[in-house]
């Protein structure tokens, strides 16, 4: 891109870090240092803004980069990202948002082991917690070096590397000074500007195309190359069965993985009470909802006006299909409304990332602090210790996402937000769902749940071919691809539901069942809840 497009666009992204910097300073200045504030900015926010905060917390680089790129390349079956995505939060609105405020603290384990022996469980779903936010912060880092590559002309591997490097940086300056409060107004920021983003972009490819939809499907398949079946499924999943399992893989993956992800759990910690976390949930589904439809409108238009061609020439994932829209839709790249619409959208793409991090990394931190630091000592750590633990854990999470970032950097960013997911809904959904619902649950279960999910999906992720095997994969020379399916959820989701039940079983201790009963009654109730 020309000079004008990278003084501009860098001066937003300059006055964006200006401001979410100010607001962490602001904040940490105005802070006590206590655990309840650093991991739940103490529970002042209310269900629009903690709606706002959800919202921006769950539209990232995958959202507004990826979804649009996969649909902008594959058409119909790149949908299946925007609606998994959205039908994810029914399973949280219905199942685990107001029950998971009444029942923990600050992270997941708090609710597991509330009824079970602490030490074990919380050094399980710790683990599985840090696995799942690294993973998912590998992919927030990759859409940021994609938009910078294209900032610059797509020429400078460097650039794109210190780019990724100065996402970790700032991640770590948020968590470390600001704490859940800073995050929480960083997202509502980020949520306000991308949402404003995405609708100005789709009214002006509504108005290309005369507000005719159907015309601005038969021009994206026209230009798609494959006709009539980009708007039909199969394209991309439809090739044979691996194919078809992949899809429903993925498919199943999305749905669940939400109500496991770390980061959108501890949200519901950051309101007064579960009432109000319903609340939040209900206002994220409405603005999450006008979102993705809004990326469906940005995919197909980025096909019918900048062609799959352009859009996989700038970035072979697709990851840079909105900012290549917002440059035609402002006049082509050497008109001043290109310019700065481009600038701006890539801005905003910016600005998602950065807040993303920022929240995804808290939420991580907290699992090692509160969770794992606090049972490997084996007693009872003072919270401003904690808080000190989860700062510098915050540098650590930072270290190995950057340079996890730098291998995976051609992949997709929804595509590696979907392994995220699927790590989240085996390993963290069966023992949360158990936890909460199933009266004989046991600590060997609850430990036996965790594991059962987590390694199956990450070893089934390192024997798939996204890591070897493939000309795409992250390895490509080397060859120890074992298992066919790109997103291991439809293997690993069960196996985490069966390792819980079949621990449960086998277990020699008698369920608690007084426990469970004082569980039951904090869960619907909210009595006795912090």
Partial sequence: MNGHHQTLALLLFSAFVAVTLAITTWVSRNRHGSAEEFYAGGRLFSPMENGFALSGDYMSAASFLGITGLISLYGYDGLLYAVG??????????????????????????????????????????????????MYLVAQMVGAGSLVSLLLGGTSDAARNWTVIGVGALMVIYVSMGGMRATTWIQIVKAVLLIGGAIV??????????????????????????GKA??????????????????????????????GLPHILSRFYTVPTARAARRSVVWSIGLIGGFYLMTIVLGFGAA????????????????????????????????????????????????????VVAGVTLASSAAVAHDLYASLRNRRVKPHGEVVVARVASVGIGVVAIALSLLARDLNVAFLVGLAFAVAASANLPVLLYSLFWRSFTTRGAVWAVYGGLVPAVVLVLLSPVVSGSPESLFP???????????????????GFVAGWLGTVTSAEPPDEAKHAEIEVRALTGAGAV
């Fill in 85 to 134: 995505f959205l039908v994810a939060w029914l399973v949280v609105l219905f199942l685990v948002a107001e029950l998971v405020r009444n029942c923990g603290r600050f992270t997941l384990a708090d609710v597991v082991a509330a009824r079970m022996d602490e030490r074990p469980v919380r050094i399980a779903a710790g683990s599985s917690s840090v696995v799942v936010s690294v």
């Fill in 201 to 226: 972009l789709t009214v002006l490819v509504l108005l290309r195309f005369h507000g005719d939809v159907n015309e601005l499907l038969r021009a994206a398949a026209g230009r798609s190359g494959h």
């Fill in 230 to 259: 980009f708007l039909a499924p199969g394209l991309k999943y439809g090739g044979d069965w691996t194919a078809r399992f992949d899809f429903m893989s993925l498919g199943l993956a999305l749905v669940l993985g939400t109500a």
């Fill in 304 to 355: 019918a006006v900048v062609g799959p061609e352009a859009v996989r020439g700038a970035n072979a994932a697709g990851n840079t299909a909105v900012p290549l829209l917002a440059l035609d839709l402002g006049g082509g790249a050497d008109s001043t409304g290109g310019t700065i619409l481009f600038a701006v959208v890539a801005a905003i793409a910016f600005a998602t990332i950065l807040a």
């Fill in 477 to 495: 020379d080397v060859d120890f691809q074992y298992f066919p399916l790109q997103n291991p959820g439809l293997v690993s989701i069960p196996l």
